[in-house]
T-cell receptor, first 112, second 115 residues
């Protein structure tokens, strides 16, 4: 069975500071990995995806994530936080790109 | 291009009533997925449908819940005799179904409140 663990239900940063959202996965097969962002009362928007082509994946809005098989991690980073980054972020794993298993989410708070 | 359209955005039902949630996928997408998000939780897979077929319903509660994706028209998630525990946000997603490289496109969800 596949699963995702997101460490920290809330992360607070100052505007301009580094953003680091943690995600560890469990999968018995090479996984597909995703980060989605959810703004209040909206659906999920894909930030980036890992499909085994490259371990460092660049996404939209300046976010990137690095796949580390040895650590079973897929942490999301952004060098400099912006107020508009405040949202909930979900990591997800899939074996076939169809049925995603989501983590419980991390709410990012950005203070001026 | 219109994305995934869900309606209604908000739905209030009394216990025992029926709830019908509609989802129109991205034009050209033939695969639809329903997910449920309970308060303070991530999304949980419910069901995966292709036109006129249920492919995987392993996440659907055994009773009161059903889903369809007819040849014509939107996909429907139906909840009969709703209970307070059904209160959640229900998200629909679609894909063209081409396997690897085809991420899901999500709608804005229907927020069901059972009173």
């Amino acid at each position: 069975a596949q699963s995702v663990t997101q460490l920290g239900s809330h992360v607070s940063v100052s505007e301009g500071a580094l953003v680091l959202l943690r995600c560890n996965y469990s999968s018995s097969v090479p996984p597909y990995l995703f980060w989605y962002v959810q703004y209040p009362n909206q659906g999920l928007q894909l930030l980036l995806k890992y499909t085994s082509a490259a371990t460092l994946v660049k996404g939209i809005n300046g976010f990137e994530a690095e796949f580390k098989k040895s650590e079973t991690s897929f942490h999301l980073t952004k060098p400099s936080a912006h107020m508009s980054d405040a949202a909930e972020y979900f990591c997800a794993v899939s074996r076939d790109f169809q049925k995603l298993v989501f983590g419980t989410g991390t709410r990012l708070l950005v203070s001026p | 291009n219109a994305g995934v359209m869900q309606n209604p955005r908000h739905l209030v039902r009394r216990r025992g009533q029926e709830a019908r949630l509609r989802c129109s996928p991205v034009k050209g997408h033939s695969h639809v997925y329903w997910y449920r998000q309970l308060p303070e939780e991530g999304l949980k897979f419910m069901v995966y449908l292709q036109k006129e077929n249920i492919i995987d319903e392993s996440g659907m509660p055994k009773e009161r819940f059903s889903a369809e994706f007819p040849k014509e028209g939107p996909s429907i998630l139906r909840i009969q005799q709703v209970v307070r525990g059904d209160s959640a946000a229900y998200f629909c997603a679609s894909s063209p179904g081409q396997g690897g490289g085809s991420p899901l496109h999500f709608g804005n969800g229907t927020r069901l409140t059972v009173t």
